[in-house]
């Protein structure tokens, strides 16, 4: 009984916690944008990549079924923060970018494998490599989209 | 059982409809490990609510059935918090809450290296009835559970409980040594246990459709685990030590089940610990309640 009597506000103190993270999630952000506006420093991470990684090949670039396992992985591990399409979403900056188009396979490979992890991006090792790969070939698929293509291109 | 104890399984029975009926959920990727833990941690804002059992034999006495509820949040990329319901029945005697957990791991490092810590951090306040053998600790041995759950239950426990989680993951395979330090915060030394696994999905490439039954949808691996010893003895006599051969299912509808046959390898150990357990992932559980309490939508 005095277990119990304790384990109730252990329970409200942990959905205080869940609130308070909750609330101080983007704080930038507009609350009422689905999506992020473009936000440079975002991409920065892609410029960690070391230059072994960055030079790493896809083993799967002509695999004909990557794109498509890619797409499944995607839906079910990455849509949750990055949308359906990949365009963004509060939560996660859109992958259909210049910066995240034009970043070699290996950097992509890289930054998938080490998550960015004091930006709520989570590492994806678990993924064992090929289903990394995988990813990065459906990533590389989608191209730029033409709201995110304006912002960073260079205007003449 | 108690009337607290049923109202706190029916909370958790309702959460878990909860997550059956209305919350997004997402396919989880889960190792199929009970008592090692590898290095990676709850997605942030992700709630991961989760059911186990172990049935265990015991010689000499009444064989019995631990069970727990684990509701595992990510509160960030590099904390994972987690709340633990305990009870147990043990056959021709009763049935008892034993007691709550609540538990902390912290990744410190921010990239991925070859050998991977993480910091593990666990608060327990249980009963001397409680039976899930979450993990192998000092002189625990098979012989410690032939007391009545009346005699047990009296016995109040409080204890923190550190970990050093080293994991690695290589060409597919996971590997992850945990070592214990535990005390109990009355007048006892502190005590001292590990557990070590090895897994790998059945496949390492994605299929390019959606099943069930898909070789990558399943992870095998087997830990070993037990005690060794407290400060005043330590080493491996009077240990309980466990090898476990684990599987773990994670189904496209964002289910994970895992079953686990556990088999004594001295006689302290109980000669059988069957273990299964069943899981959900609910995705943008932090949104969802910042939502409740008026926060964006």
């Not at chain 2, 199929?32 to 049935?55: C, K, Q």
Request: aromatic share 12%; charged share 20%.
């Amino acid at each position: 009984m005095k277990a119990f009597g304790a384990a109730l506000p252990s329970c409200v103190l942990f959905l205080a916690v869940s609130v308070v993270l909750a609330q101080n999630q983007d704080p930038d952000k507009s609350p009422t944008s689905a999506a992020p506006k473009y936000d440079p420093p975002v991409y920065a991470e892609l410029q960690k990549a070391p230059k072994k990684a960055q030079e790493r090949r896809n083993p799967l670039e002509n695999d004909p079924d990557a794109v498509a396992a890619g797409a499944i992985l995607f839906e079910q591990h990455c849509a949750e923060c990055h949308g359906k399409s990949a365009e963004g979403t509060r939560k996660a900056p859109s992958l259909r970018t210049l910066e995240v188009q034009n970043a070699t396979p290996g950097t992509l490979f890289w930054l998938l494998t080490n998550g960015v992890v004091r930006k709520k991006m989570p590492v994806w090792s678990k993924l064992p490599e090929p289903q990394r790969w995988q990813l990065v070939r459906y990533i590389k698929s989608l191209g730029v989209s033409a709201p995110a293509a304006e912002s960073p291109a260079p205007k003449p | 059982m108690f009337p607290t104890c049923r109202l706190a399984l029916f909370g958790s029975f309702c959460l878990f409809l909860l997550s059956f009926y209305s919350a997004p959920c997402a396919i989880a990727q889960e190792s199929p490990y009970f008592v090692a833990y590898d290095h990676y941690l709850e997605e942030p804002g992700n709630l991961e609510i989760e059911y186990f059992s172990t049935f265990g034999t015991e010689r000499g006495g009444n064989d019995f059935h631990a069970y727990w509820a684990e509701f595992e949040y990510g509160a960030t990329a590099w904390w994972t918090t987690e709340i633990y319901l305990d009870g147990q029945t043990t056959f021709n005697d009763s049935t008892v809450f034993t007691g709550f957990r609540w538990e902390n791991r912290f990744r410190p490092l921010k990239r991925e290296h070859f050998i991977n810590p993480i910091f593990y951090v666990e608060y327990e306040n249980k009963n001397g009835a409680d039976k899930i053998l979450k993990e192998g600790e000092g002189h625990d041995v098979e012989s410690d559970f032939l007391v009545s759950n009346a005699v047990a239950r009296s016995e109040r426990i409080h204890e923190i409980e550190l970990k050093l989680i080293l994991s690695s993951t290589f060409k597919g395979w996971n590997f992850t040594e945990n070592t214990l330090a535990a005390k109990n915060l009355s007048n006892s030394p502190w005590e001292f246990g590990y557990a070590l696994g090895a897994s790998r999905p059945l496949a390492l490439k994605a299929s390019a459709k959606r099943c069930t039954f898909c070789p990558q949808n399943f992870v095998a691996g087997v830990e070993m685990y037990g005690g060794l010893g407290d400060r005043h003895s330590f080493g491996l006599h009077d240990t309980a030590h466990y090898l476990a051969p684990a599987l773990a299912w994670n189904l496209p509808s964002g289910w994970a089940l895992r079953i686990s046959p556990g088999f004594g390898l001295n006689d302290n150990s109980h000669q059988l610990l069957m273990r299964w357990g069943l899981s959900r992932e609910i995705t943008g559980f932090g949104s969802m309640v910042s939502r409740l309490f008026g926060g964006r939508k």
